[in-house]
């Protein structure tokens, strides 16, 4: 009897080529009707096409990154939870554990997380986070900051945040958690609403590099001899 050959799925780009951008829409329409995904997704076509590419780079079910992605202070994000649990269920490290030192509630309190190689048995530890270290960075003091009401819990998630990012960069694919976002962001006033779906924030962040750009260029040095004159797009050929 002759073996059945099978082809394992491989990740697939929504926006590689026409095709597989003109299937991710039908797919995405399901979505954007759906009561059961979150708010900011219902009815934004863009947001949930953008959240597709990202599930199928990670190979996660789109539902569980729709409904564990927030838009903090414009930047898209995971909730840590979900990034640890991405980890856990990757197959390749044992579960994450958390090794607690120093007097709790002093500054040299800290927690760091622990796994193990399942391939070689080699034990990894991430780094050590304090107290003193979320005061230094500025987390600490921050209004409204949770490190104040639960800190062992968020030195969880930045511990394990840290050995994530560490050992399997590619597990959170370069997106920072949350509770990073929300630590690491000035409280500042900002001229222009916060967007609040995955296109706006895109949007957002395109002008802002468009900016930046055009500021380099105003403070650039002048040189001596005249320079060829450049059209505005230019240099993204």
């Given at each position: ?20 951008f ?108 304090t ?81 930046s ?25």
């Open positions: 009897m002759a073996k059945k050959e099978t082809t394992a799925l491989q990740p697939m780009n929504v926006f590689s080529n026409i095709q597989a003109e299937d991710a829409q039908r797919m995405a329409k399901v979505f954007v009707s759906s009561p059961l995904v979150p708010q900011q997704f219902r009815g934004d076509l863009g947001s949930v096409l953008i959240a597709l590419n990202m599930a199928n780079r990670m190979q996660a079910d789109p539902l569980m990154v729709m409904q564990n992605i927030y838009i903090v202070h414009g930047k898209p994000s995971f909730s840590s939870s979900y990034l640890i649990a991405c980890f856990n269920q990757c197959g390749r490290y044992s579960a994450i554990r958390y090794q607690f030192t120093g007097e709790p509630n002093t500054d040299e309190w800290g927690c760091k997380a622990i796994t193990t190689e399942l391939a070689t048995g080699e034990v990894l530890e991430g780094t050590n986070v107290l003193a270290m979320a005061k230094s960075e500025g987390w600490y003091g921050k209004a409204g900051s949770k490190w104040k009401t639960m800190p062992e819990l968020m030195m969880r998630y930045r511990a394990a945040t840290f050995l994530i990012r560490t050992i399997a960069p590619e597990i959170a694919q370069g997106f920072q958690t949350r509770e990073e976002v929300l630590d690491i962001t000035d409280k500042v006033v900002q001229e222009t609403p916060a967007p609040t779906t995955l296109t706006e924030a895109a949007m957002q962040m395109v002008a802002v590099d468009a900016e750009e055009d500021v380099a260029e105003d403070t650039a040095p002048v040189a001596e001899e005249q320079q060829p004159e450049q059209t505005l797009f230019g240099d993204e050929d």
